[in-house]
């Protein structure tokens, strides 16, 4: 059983049933994102200190109570979520702090945070008996979208941006999709995707039209609050492009809180690219946001007009945390440190997460004592040419042993 008792406006807060409206809000439009509330007294019932304790569920299905699925038969057996959270001691060291935990989303079935959202997406639209489901994304919501529906037999249409790394396209075909390339920016491709979205009638899988995807989302919370047994860091650092998954992740840290699972809500850290930072602009000048450039390596960050602006500032504000900017130099650099000293190998939008956390240890925001979690997003291999390139390639050597003692010695 669902527990979601209604949906309220981020917007104007007006209120609805869960049948009466499916994307937005009617009184607002596009803009006017809901959020899914519940009856929380209900859920604590099903999710609880002993109910936890007793699943043996290791994907984000032990949360079920807690998202808006009426039951499990629409689920996809692929393992998402419950992914590893690793203290990291030899960055700590090279940074001089005591408590540093990366989780590594990368580990999910498609290789992103997004199979959070892409799976709890694909069973909402065979739950709501949808024909097929669509999306726009920078790569990895497409990739992850294609997968689910893959293994659902769901029909899926894509629409990407024409920078999208090799990899994630390469993902898009493999699973089937029907993808559309298209020649221009992300707003462009995004637009392009609702018109389509609305002529066809798919399912819309658009983490910022559709509440549903947050709610995925927001499973990398709850998971956060309850492998640190109820004493989460105190800051939890994700990238920024969109705003829907540090939304969703700060959402999932509240509810823990709210259900008493949780002894404290961490600060969230935002960390946006310094050619793409309309939010983090936004915060500092507390003003409405406003349209920027989207210039950066980071591909999945690279959003210049964010589609989830409300959530992703509440949530900073609300938790007492800050945006911060990194340049792609400070990203490339993180991105060649992170796997060096942990195995844990990041695209560079995961990467910007961890090079938030650098600069805000050299600028003395968080300090050597302070629990921090780094959320490693998206997995390296996402993004071979850009790990390449900032790393050097490798050189080529004769089949000799001197040259071997050349690069030895
Ligand atoms: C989508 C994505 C983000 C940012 O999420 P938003 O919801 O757009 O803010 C960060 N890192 C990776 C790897 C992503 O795929």
């Known amino acids: 059983m669902s527990h979601v008792s209604h949906l309220r406006c981020v917007e104007c807060g007006r209120e609805y049933r869960p049948t009466e409206v499916r994307y937005t809000c009617p009184a607002c439009g596009i803009t006017g994102i809901l959020d899914v509330l519940y009856d929380y007294d209900a859920a604590k019932k099903e999710l609880n200190h002993m109910s936890l304790a007793a699943n043996k569920e290791r994907s984000h299905w032990r949360y079920l109570p807690l998202l808006p699925l009426t039951g499990r038969q629409f689920i996809q057996n692929l393992q998402v979520g ?21 989780k590594d989303d990368g580990r999910n079935p498609t290789a992103s945070f997004k199979d959070r959202a892409s799976s709890l997406s694909v069973s909402k639209a065979l739950e709501s008996g949808a024909k097929a489901i669509a999306c726009a994304s920078t790569g990895n919501a497409a990739s992850s979208c294609a997968g689910f529906a893959a293994a659902a037999g769901l029909p899926c249409y894509i629409f990407v941006p024409k920078f999208a790394p090799e990899g994630k396209i390469a993902q898009l075909l493999m699973f089937g999709a029907k993808v559309m390339v298209v020649d221009g920016d992300y707003e462009a491709t995004f637009r392009l995707s609702q018109q389509a979205i609305e002529h066809w009638g798919w399912y819309n899988r658009n983490a910022a039209i559709n509440p549903i995807p947050v709610e995925g989302k927001k499973t990398c919370g709850l998971e956060i609050a309850e492998q640190f047994q109820g004493n989460p860091p105190d800051y939890v650092f994700m990238s920024v492009g969109d705003g829907c998954s540090i ?39 507390n003003q409405p946001w406003r349209p920027t450039g989207a210039d950066t390596f980071a591909d ?110």
């Open 300 to 409: 999945s960050i690279a959003v210049g007009v964010p589609r989830n602006p409300t959530k992703a500032l509440n949530a900073i504000r609300e938790s007492g945390g800050r945006f911060v900017a990194v340049s792609d130099e400070e990203i490339a650099s993180a991105m060649r440190l992170l796997p060096r000293l942990s195995g844990v190998f990041a695209e560079p939008a995961a990467a910007a997460a961890f090079a938030g956390l650098i600069q805000c240890v050299n600028s003395g925001i968080v300090r050597s004592t302070d629990r921090c979690l780094v959320v490693v997003t998206g997995n390296g291999l996402k993004d071979s040419a850009s790990a390449i390139r900032v790393a050097g390639a490798p050189k080529l050597i004769p089949p000799d042993l001197d040259a071997v003692r050349a690069v030895v010695e």
């Open 247 to 285: 939304a969703g992740t700060y959402k999932g840290l509240k509810e823990m809180h709210l259900l008493g699972l949780s002894q404290h809500v961490p600060k969230m850290i935002g960390v946006q690219a310094a050619g793409a930072q309309p939010l983090k602009l936004a915060w500092e000048r």
């Open 82 to 102: 419950w992914t590893p959270v690793y203290k990291a001691n030899r960055v700590e060291a090279e940074l001089g702090l005591k408590h540093l935990y990366i």
